[in-house]
């Protein structure tokens, strides 16, 4: 099966800094890989994704990068603020069986110290 | 629309005793999910159904119960609680990509 790893665990920036995250993933018919933010006590929200059609991804002061080749994708957050400050999921995902099956990473803790 | 709503939002059990979790969703979506997160894991798939009628197991499935009898239910049974049970539970739903959790449950195991 599908196995993402997330690195690093924990990410501690400056506020106004960038932080990377990043991620590999083994299976290469994975073709959707979305980015999920988790504040303290509450749901993991989709913030952002990127399709295996595309190389790169942005949204304000976030974006992504895939790299199908070398099977990684990373997330980017520049001028970082405290409100980023939450535990971040990535995940890879293909079809199996007519069912989107998600693979989880395990998770980066971002701290922003204002 | 309420989204993916999970009960209860916290629960203490005792070993060996059963309960179920509910998870509803009026999105209509097909996809439901039960995903388990403990610290340094991440989020790990208990199980999954792709419609009313229809479900498999995931990755971490030993101890879980699931069944989906309409759209819009997809409850998670635990047969006989234990200890290593103790974990903060997502259920999720989904059309196609992105997946909706619920607000999650805290269960401990004691």
């Known amino acids: 099966g599908e196995n993402v790893e997330q690195h690093p665990s924990t990410l501690s920036v400056q506020e106004g800094d960038s932080a990377v995250i990043k991620c590999t993933y083994s299976d290469s018919a994975s073709n959707y890989f979305p980015w999920y933010k988790q504040e303290l006590g509450k749901r993991p929200q989709l913030i952002i994704d990127?399709?295996?059609?595309?190389g790169e991804k942005k949204d304000q002061r976030i974006a992504v990068t895939l790299n199908k080749t070398a099977k990684h994708f990373s997330l980017h957050i520049t001028e970082t603020q405290p409100e980023d400050s939450a535990v971040y999921f990535c995940?890879?995902?293909?079809?199996?069986?007519?069912?989107?099956?998600?693979?989880f990473g395990t998770g980066t803790k971002l701290q922003v110290i204002p | 629309n309420a989204g993916v709503t999970q009960t209860p939002k916290f629960q203490v059990l005792k070993t060996g005793q059963s309960m179920t979790l509910q998870c509803a969703q009026d999105?209509?979506?097909?996809?439901m999910s039960w995903y388990r997160q403990d610290p340094g894991m991440g989020l790990r798939l208990i199980h999954y159904s792709v419609g009313a009628g229809i479900t498999d197991q995931g990755e971490v499935p030993n101890g879980y119960n699931v069944s989906r009898s309409t759209t819009e239910d997809f409850p998670l049974r635990l047969l006989s609680a234990a200890p290593s049970q103790t974990s903060v539970y997502f259920c999720?739903?989904?059309?196609?990509?992105?997946?909706?959790f619920g607000q999650g449950t805290r269960l401990t195991v004691v």
């Open positions: 990127i399709r295996s059609n595309v």
């Open positions: 999105m209509n979506h097909e996809y």
């Open positions: 999720a739903s989904s059309y196609r990509t992105e997946a909706f």
């Open positions: 995940a890879a995902s293909h079809n199996s069986g007519g069912y989107q099956k998600v693979t």
